[in-house]
């Protein structure tokens, strides 16, 4: 059962536009998410985090917006820039459960110069 | 801050020999997690302490796989009897206990021939 959705495993945007990247939740008792960047051999890298009673948190060009009643959160990067190229992960989890962080499957950006 | 260290950055292993990977988290952080991930998919969970305690493993998790972590410092997991299927990215995460972020290392990359 997968409880963390990225249903795009791929997107592409032009330099300077803004990347919508999205992810769908099952658990209704997730109340922490984060989204986290990834390039080839490395570690996961922190990006930004939202806590389940905001709907927006904002950190320079990236911006999380998460709407409760729909399981859904996303991520906007404006403008996009080539460096930004990556594999983007959200993750999830309850701050009252066991701390056990659960990610999604990915999407892949490409920002195209 | 040092960051996530793990050892070693990679390993090839024939199948049906033992392995062990190394993690040393970020000094002050009580919460150690290992996550495993596979071509196209997410972090997948394995098992995570707090300080010295296991507190929650996998159900996916075989019994050749087994981490401790002894003094609640680094933390060590072991694959016996390695087969094919356990090649993978094994990643190894720390965070404070009030924290909300993962910080991940560079991760051990794993092929069983």
């Known amino acids: 059962d997968q409880q963390v959705k990225q249903n795009s495993p791929s997107l592409s945007v032009q330099e300077g536009r803004i990347s919508i990247l999205n992810c769908d939740y099952t658990?209704?008792?997730?109340?922490?998410f984060l989204w986290y960047k990834k390039y080839p051999a490395e570690g996961p890298t922190f990006l930004i985090s939202?806590?389940?009673?905001?709907d927006k948190n904002e950190d320079g060009r990236f911006t999380v917006f998460l709407n409760k009643s729909a399981k859904h959160l996303s991520l906007h990067i404006v403008p996009s820039q080539p460096g930004d190229s990556a594999v983007y992960f959200c993750?999830?989890?309850?701050?009252?459960?066991?701390?056990?962080?659960?990610f999604g499957t990915g999407t892949r950006l490409k920002v195209l110069a | 801050d040092t960051g996530v260290s793990q050892d070693p950055r990679h390993k090839i292993t024939k199948r049906g020999q033992n392995v062990t990977f190394r993690c040393d988290p970020i000094?002050?952080?009580?919460?150690l997690y290992w996550y495993r991930q596979t071509l196209g998919q997410g972090p997948e969970f394995l098992t995570y302490?707090?300080?010295?305690?296991?507190?929650?493993k996998s159900r996916l998790l075989s019994d050749r796989f087994s981490a401790e972590r002894p003094k609640g410092s680094f933390s060590t997991l072991e694959i016996q009897r390695t087969e094919q299927g356990d090649s993978a990215m094994y990643l190894c995460?720390?965070?404070?206990?009030?924290?909300?972020?993962?910080?991940f290392g560079s991760g051990t990359q794993l092929s069983v021939l």
């Open positions: 658990n209704s008792m997730f109340d922490y």
């Open positions: 993750a999830a989890y309850e701050t009252s459960g066991t701390y056990k962080y659960i």
């Open positions: 995460a720390s965070s404070l206990l009030s924290g909300e972020k993962l910080f």
């Open positions: 000094s002050e952080h009580n919460r």
């Open positions: 302490f707090q300080n010295e305690a296991q507190l929650e």
């Open positions: 939202i806590s389940s009673i905001k």
